[in-house]
């Protein structure tokens, strides 16, 4: 997508990580306060639900604050 938009074929909507290492000729702005949110879960077997390493990887994911990406640069 960014090759496109790069080679001035468009513009596009990403999520903030997708634009780790853009090239300089993508021009990159920030939405603002009502940009578009996603959501994000996790999805297990039930044999692996009770396994330590899921339930820690879980345990983790509840854990960690929701945190706002900043764009690049």
Do not use: C, K, N, W
């Amino acid at each position: 997508m960014l090759s496109l938009v790069s080679g001035g074929h468009g513009m596009a909507i990403m999520p903030a990580l997708s634009l780790a290492g853009a090239p300089d000729s993508v021009g990159i702005v920030d939405l603002g306060p009502g940009r578009p949110t996603r959501q994000v879960g996790y999805v297990t077997t039930s044999q692996l639900a009770g396994t330590a390493a899921v339930r820690a990887f879980v345990r983790e994911l509840r854990a960690t604050p929701p945190a706002g990406v900043g764009l690049p640069g």
